[in-house]
């Protein structure tokens, strides 16, 4: 499979940024990850470094193939949620962060998130599908009772139920069905700071209007701008399909194959000369 991967991180009107990201490569497969460290909490940015780098040692300590890769996520998951925790502040306090990562191999996708950490899948220039958030908000939602619009000014829009680092037992991961990619998807992983400060129409412009890396810059600092002068930290990584291998290897219909020459035996090679003797020496055999 060829593709390009793109990232962007932006500090917006914020002290500092909480939010990590990383593209990793092992073997054929590409992990992507993003969290983002709760802000209202100290030392959210140690949280989401400490996902990040838990999340990168598994990777590549990793052997193929997966057998079963909701399994494996889950576990490298709740993994990085055991080292959060054991990470406390000056008041005892742990850094809690969200999260939200996506395994990419053998042209499949698989991903899991736990918070309001996003992410979407693009085919054709239009939303396929996104990950839907533990939050209040997104159980209003879903239950009908509050609208995607009016919930960008309600009170409790930053409120999420659900992070790494806490000291409850289970942690509700929600994880994808593993899909088959096809030429010209792209998968953006983001923080609240993007997808909370851009139109859907503003993603997709943004896009597919050229090369990733620029786009994704123009992206974030579009998020930035528009939530000026209360901007979050703006974090996105992007991966876009260029071509599967399958691709690059159909044949032509139109094309014909030479046939080989048949092999003559011993026997063939022998009559042969035997024909181009008699022909040679045709006219002395008849003169005698």
């Not at 992990?31 to 983002?36: N, Q």
């Not at 879903?142 to 992070?163: D, F, G, I, Y």
Request: net charge positive; with cysteine.
């Amino acid at each position: 499979m060829k593709y390009t991967t793109s990232q962007s991180s932006r500090l917006g009107n914020r002290a500092v940024n909480q939010d990590r990201c990383a593209v990793l490569k092992n073997h054929n497969a590409v992990l992507l990850l993003l969290a983002d460290g709760l802000g209202g909490r100290s030392n959210g940015e140690l949280a989401a470094q400490r996902f990040i780098d838990v999340m990168s040692e598994i990777f590549y300590k990793t052997t193929y193939p997966i057998i079963n890769v909701k399994k494996y996520l889950q576990q490298n998951i709740l993994a990085a949620h055991r080292e959060i925790q054991k990470i406390s502040d000056d008041n005892n306090k742990n850094p809690y962060t969200t999260c939200v990562c996506a395994l990419v191999h053998e042209q499949n996708i698989t991903w899991a998130h736990a918070g309001d950490s996003r992410l979407y899948l693009y085919r054709k220039n239009k939303l396929l599908t996104r990950t839907r958030d533990h939050s209040y908000i997104e159980e209003l939602i879903s239950q009908k009772l509050l609208s995607e619009k009016e919930s960008a000014q309600h009170p409790m829009r930053n409120c999420v139920t659900a992070c790494l680092g806490h000291q409850g037992k289970t942690i509700p991961i929600r994880f994808s069905e593993t899909s088959k990619l096809q030429t010209d998807d792209i998968i953006l992983l983001c923080s609240d700071g993007l997808w909370s400060a851009v139109t859907e129409e503003q993603i997709i412009q943004s896009l597919s209007s050229g090369k990733l890396g620029s786009s994704l810059d123009t992206l974030t600092e579009l998020a930035e701008k528009n939530a000026y002068p209360a901007s979050d930290n703006v974090t996105a990584v992007a991966f876009t399909v260029e071509q599967l291998a399958t691709d690059s290897i159909n044949i032509s219909k139109n094309i014909t194959l030479k046939k080989h020459p048949k092999a003559e035996s011993a026997l063939d090679v022998a009559i042969k000369n035997i024909e181009s003797a008699y022909h040679q020496y045709k006219k002395e055999i008849q003169n005698k």
